[in-house]
């Protein structure tokens, strides 16, 4: 059929017009869904899912950590607790009980004539595991003398003198501090009341103590 050659009657023109952006808008549509097709690769949708679940389910880094860190304190804590527990506390020098401590008590020569002074030793040993403090001033001292039978007691250090000055010894496990006390020979009583006589000669015990520590009686003469 040939196509007319002069100008087209204004509705065929319009006609093909339309057609033409018809098909113009078909094929357009057909490319975009060509190349969002070929983009998503095909199966695009399902990898993304299984993407998506894989992330889901595998365990992620914070639940662990947490873990990791919770474990790591309960066990520091068990282990400083455990140093606090068994670490050995220094021992410091503490206060000498009677039980720790020995006396002894001796006498410088053992006859004595009426008039001299006689001299006694006393040594007092720290018979404890451990070293100690304790105050030994000569009024924590008792020296005394008693008639040899330990009936009567005719003098004591503390009647006429029951103070005295602070010696405060540290001694270590069996260590000893020892001191001298000088007898006038005179007898006394306590807070130095009534008269002081001289000892007649004969024989007598001397006994020293410290706190409810008590030595052996150490025999001894006066001619």
Known sequence: MLEPTGPLPPEIYWRRRVFAVGALVVAL??????A?????????????AAASISETTEPGPGPAASSTTTATGTRTSGTVSGTRSTEPTPAASGQCADQSLAIKVSVGQPTYQVGEEPVFGIVITNIS????????????????????????????????FPDGDPDVRTLDRG??????????????QPECAGERVQVPAGAYNVVAQMGSVRSAPEPFNIA
């Open 29 to 34: 549509a057909v490319v975009i869904w060509l």
């Open 36 to 48: 969002v097709t070929v983009s998503r690769g095909g199966d695009a949708p399902d990898a993304a």
């Open 129 to 160: 595991g451990a070293p100690c403090t304790r105050d030994m001033g000569s009024g924590l001292q008792r020296v005394s003398v008693h008639s040899l039978d330990g009936g009567r007691q005719l003098w004591a250090s503390t009647d006429c």
């Open 175 to 188: 260590e000893q501090a020892a001191f001298t006390v000088t007898w006038t020979g005179a007898t006394s």
